[in-house]
């Protein structure tokens, strides 16, 4: 997929998730705020601001008011662009494990992620891996006095 079609995807993937929120809720003035925001990503072309809005998405749409809402959107998901949960959150994931944490997203990402896996109880390497990858977000993050 190249930029533009990236741009399209992620522009209609949020609008997806506005319109389902407002299905939901109703017309809240923090939905159509967060709508805005998409509109002024897309006009500017901004592929960077539209990944890190998709992301909030993703994270969001795992902490919807019901289980069953969370279930919906990501329903909605496969059925528009084929997106399975799963495999998306996976990708993230994987992706800073390789580049490290970048932003204050994925550091609560991984921090959900670490949250999971201990619930789970059966993953204790990678949650050491996580907590490094965390460990050194936060000393990168660090003003130096």
């Excluded at 805005?36 to 992301?55: E, H, K, P, S, V």
Aim: with cysteine; glycine share 4%.
């Amino acid at each position: 997929m190249n930029s533009q079609e990236e741009i399209e995807y992620l522009k209609r993937r949020g609008d997806l998730f506005c319109d389902f929120l407002v299905s939901k809720s109703g017309s809240l003035p923090s939905i159509q705020d967060f709508k805005t925001i998409f509109i002024q990503l897309y006009l500017a072309a901004d592929l960077t601001g539209l990944r890190q809005m998709n992301d909030e998405v993703t994270s969001w749409s795992r902490n919807l008011p019901t289980e069953q809402d969370s279930i919906e959107f990501w329903k909605l998901l496969k059925s528009e662009f084929g997106e399975d949960y799963p495999s998306a959150y996976t990708k993230r994931i994987k992706r800073i494990k390789r580049k490290g944490v970048q932003s204050e997203f994925e550091y609560r990402l991984i921090e959900d992620h670490v949250n999971d896996l201990c619930q789970n109880g059966d993953a204790d390497l990678e949650i050491r891996e996580l907590d490094g990858l965390l460990t050194n977000f936060e000393v990168k993050s660090k003003p130096n006095i």
